[in-house]
Each structure stands twice: as C-alpha cells, then as structure tokens.
C-alpha cells in the first residue's frame, strides 16, 4: 500500500494537540474568551518546560560521565544555553499573559481553586533536577510544597503523571552534583586529586588566593579613606567583613569537616577556571561555568517577572493555591542553586594581580 506523503498536521498531530483546550469541562464552547487565552498561555509554558528539561538532561549526561572528555564540554554549553533561551523567551509570553484584565480573570478565577501553577510538576522537575535543596525552598502555606503536590494528585491522568515524575525525578542525579563532581577534578596549577601532594597544592591555591585579596581590601581602604570624608573604621569593618566572608567561602567553613575537603576542591575548581580563562584548556570551561550561572540567572528573573505579573493581574491577594501570593513568589526568587558559582564572582582578583599558573602546559591543546 502506497503511503501518503507525510503532512505538516499529521507531523505535528494538530488534531489533538489543537483538541486540548477544553478547560475543566472538557469543551471549549463553554470557555470564557479570556479563558481560552489563560490555558493557551499556561499550556505553551509547559511545552517549553518539556523541552527545557530534555536539554537539561542532555546536559547532565554529558557532565555526568566520570570523565568528560575536552570535546564535550561544548555539547554541555550548547544545552545549558538553549535551556537559558527557552527562559528567556518564556518570560517575554508573561506580556502576553497580563494583557488578562484584573476584571476578566476574576470572572473565572474562583472555579479554578485549588488549582495553581504552583502544581506545575514540570516546574518542580526543573528544580530537583537543577539540584534545588529542599531546605532552601520557601515555605508554602507552613508546608513542604511538594508535600502539598502529592497530597492533591488523585487518581486522574495527570495526577498519575505529576506524582510518578516527581517520584523519578528525586531518584536522578542533578546538574549541581555533576558539576561538582566535574569541578572537584579540575586540575590546579596543574595537580589533580588522588595527585601525590594534590591537598597542599588546593591549600596554598587557597591561602595565597586570600592573602591577595586582603591585601587588595588594604589597598583599597587606604585608597577610600584619603578621598572619602566617611567614617574610616565603618569602611575598615566591611571591608574586614567581606575578606572574612570570602576567607569562610575559600575554607568552606559552612560546610560539615566530613564534606569540607571536597568542598574546598570544587570551590578551587571554580576559583582557578575562572581565574585562568586564558588557558586554552579552560576557555570551554569558563564557558559552561558562565552558562551556568546565564542559565540560574534566568530562572531568577523567570520568578521575578512573574512575581510582577501575579502583582498586576491580582494585587497582593492570597494565590489560587493558597501561599500568600506575591510575597511567596518573592521568596523563591531568592535561593540560588549554584550558590559557590555566584560567591566566585565576589572573590575573584584581577588578572594582574594573580601569580602566572604553574605547569601551564599541562593546559594547552594537546598538538594535532
Ligand atoms: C494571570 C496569570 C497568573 C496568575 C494570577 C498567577 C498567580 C500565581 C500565584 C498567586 C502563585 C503562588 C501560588 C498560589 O498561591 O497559587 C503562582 C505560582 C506559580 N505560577 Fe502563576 N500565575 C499566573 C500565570 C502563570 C503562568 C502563565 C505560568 C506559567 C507556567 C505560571 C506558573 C507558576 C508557577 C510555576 C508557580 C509556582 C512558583 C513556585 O512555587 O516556585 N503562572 N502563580
């Protein structure tokens, strides 16, 4: 039998991808206007997550690997950075959904409780598979939000779906633990773990790293108080605060002594890619720290504009979910996933203050 030529419609299955937005009552004649546009909006947010957290995956795998080889580092940026677009883009679609008039959405909003974007289970993927810890995440109405995800998915299709996702999703390695592990192996001033003396090696990184930095503070403090009529000792103490902030980081002094040692090593890691971008070993590295920190950084502005959003369409009311709404939204604007990425940036000498990296070799492209 001869088959027919593939279509456009029946490669993207419009009949029933354009069938789904019957609403809760399965039919879209009895939908508002306003509505119609409420489900569109919120249904294509989630197509973008499902693709978002295939790229996410895809990047993980390749960081996962228990050692990635110099011409993968590339595939890793290249996901990570179409997954910071996919935000990027998803967060200009919020000015699609605010041209919703605080009036019209009222006409339907009350039906719609419980239901809350909060039970976006695609969302919460995004976070656990990020590596968001669940101490860091804001309080929901005094519980654990995906407690609260659990409690409410029944028996229907997509109660299953969110549950089983959930459940899978906790059982698989995040991107911060892949990088960590990535990062933990970064050689420094040519010295890799399980390298004989590799410890001493991380250490004096570290302590010499500090040490300049202070004495940056010194200079800079000195250089402050002859032009500034301010309170010299105020200036002496934040400055001192935040060498002391940076020798706690660089130490990992928040960090239990069974962990710290790692901890230390991934935070060289980061410190010493960072600092010597120039070598030809690690431009791709900086480049996938950087997306990294691209990526997070959209994710915090996704949260910031919708937060904006939520502000303009329904006041500071309490969510159809029951948080507090727009000071919750808030909140979860403020964790950061890959917190020691950030902090690195706070820490960071200028190139010219920095010693040259020792067996600068080992760093260069192995010849052709
Ligand atoms: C008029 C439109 C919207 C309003 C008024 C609104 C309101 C809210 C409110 C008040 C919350 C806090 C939880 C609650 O108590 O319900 C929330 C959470 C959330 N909304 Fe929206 N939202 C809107 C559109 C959207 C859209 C288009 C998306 C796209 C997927 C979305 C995704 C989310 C997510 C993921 C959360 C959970 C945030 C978190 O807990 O980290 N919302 N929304």
């Known amino acids: 039998m001869i088959q027919p030529p593939p279509t456009y419609w029946d490669y993207l299955q419009l009949d029933a991808l354009l069938s789904l937005q019957g609403g809760l009552e399965r039919d879209e004649s009895k939908l508002l206007p306003d509505e119609l546009h409420f489900v569109l909006v919120h249904q294509t947010f989630e197509l973008w997550f499902k693709l978002l957290l295939s790229e996410l995956r895809l990047a993980r795998d390749h960081l996962a690997e228990p050692r990635v080889p110099e011409e993968h ?27 919703l008039t605080p ?12 239901a809350s974007g909060f039970q976006s ?24 939000p995906l407690d609260h995800i659990e409690k409410l998915a029944g028996d229907t299709p997509a109660g299953r779906l969110a549950r089983e996702r959930l459940q899978a999703v906790r059982g698989e390695r995040t991107l911060r633990a892949a990088l960590h592990d990535w990062l933990h192996r970064t050689p420094i001033h040519g010295s890799s773990p399980g390298d004989p003396g590799d410890e001493g090696v991380v250490e004096r990184f570290l302590a010499d790293y500090l040490a300049r930095l202070r004495a940056g503070h010194a200079e800079k403090l000195a250089r402050l108080t ?24 660089l130490e990992a002094r928040d960090v239990d002594d069974a962990a710290r040692p790692r901890a230390r090593r991934v935070r060289a890691g980061a410190l010493f890619i960072e600092s010597y971008r120039e070598l030809p070993l690690l431009a791709w590295p900086r480049l996938l720290l950087d997306t990294v920190v691209e990526l997070e950084e959209q994710l915090v502005l996704w949260r910031t504009r919708h937060a ?16 507090s709404g727009v000071d919750y939204l808030d909140q979860t604007a403020r964790h950061r996933i890959f917190g020691e990425l950030w902090t690195v940036r706070a820490v960071l000498l200028a190139r010219d203050a920095l010693p040259g990296p020792a067996a600068s070799d080992r760093y260069g492209f192995a010849p052709g």
Do not use: C, W
């Open 73 to 99: 580092v590339p595939f890793v940026v290249h996901h990570l950075r179409r997954g910071g677009t996919i935000l990027e883009h998803t967060i200009d679609a919020f000015r699609v959904m605010e041209t």
């Open 103 to 114: 009036q019209d959405f009222l006409a339907f909003r009350d039906k719609l409780v419980p």
């Open 121 to 144: 289970f695609q969302m919460r993927e995004l976070e656990i598979l990020l590596g968001l810890e669940e101490a860091q995440r804001a309080a929901y109405a005094g519980s654990n």
């Open 226 to 249: 002859a032009v500034l009529a301010t309170d010299p000792a105020a200036l002496a103490r934040q400055l001192e605060a935040s060498t002391d902030a940076a020798r706690d980081f």
């Open 308 to 323: 904006r959003m939520v502000e303009r369409v329904i006041g500071r009311r309490v969510g159809t979910g029951g948080s």
